[in-house]
């Protein structure tokens, strides 16, 4: 099965829309969401081609494949993350700052600030004082570098 558009996002759906549906789900790294162009199985072993239009991005909850009664959507596992749980303003300019230098990607829910784990991050924030934790997150979406130059 080669799948060429995204029918649409299972969380648009009522609840009343999903039921009865059969449900396969497809799990992908966070990274991959932003693949165009993959190779991917399902949890019910099918393989699936991907291959969407350019400039394209999936997303968790997109229905790849969908008839009367079997749906076939994106889900993502969990990444290991830094979750950083500043105090205060201060303490939250300080460690954007610092990220910021690093062009590291970061997410936000809340009070909270997500950047992927790595060692040297961990070790500026215990250096800091700044409040923070390991965890295993399913992201909604993948960490995205944005293009910058220092010119």
Request: hydrophobic share 35%.
């Amino acid at each position: 099965m080669i799948i060429e558009k995204v029918v649409g996002n299972i969380e648009d759906w009522s609840i009343d829309e999903k039921k009865g549906k059969h449900i396969e789900k497809v799990y992908l790294e966070s990274s991959d969401l932003l693949k165009r162009v993959q190779r991917v199985k399902s949890d019910h072993g099918r393989e699936i081609g991907i291959r969407l239009p350019q400039y394209s991005e999936l997303h968790v909850g997109d229905i790849l494949f969908q008839d009367d009664h079997n749906m076939i959507i994106v889900d993502v596992l969990p990444d290991e993350i830094i979750a950083i749980l500043p105090r205060d303003m201060e303490e939250m300019g300080t460690i954007a700052h610092q990220l910021g230098n690093r062009h590291l990607p970061a997410q936000f829910e809340g009070a909270e600030m997500y950047v992927q784990y790595d060692y040297l991050v961990e070790e500026l924030l215990e250096k800091l004082g700044i409040p923070f934790e390991k965890r295993q997150k399913k992201l909604k979406q993948a960490f995205k570098h944005i293009g910058h130059t220092h010119g």
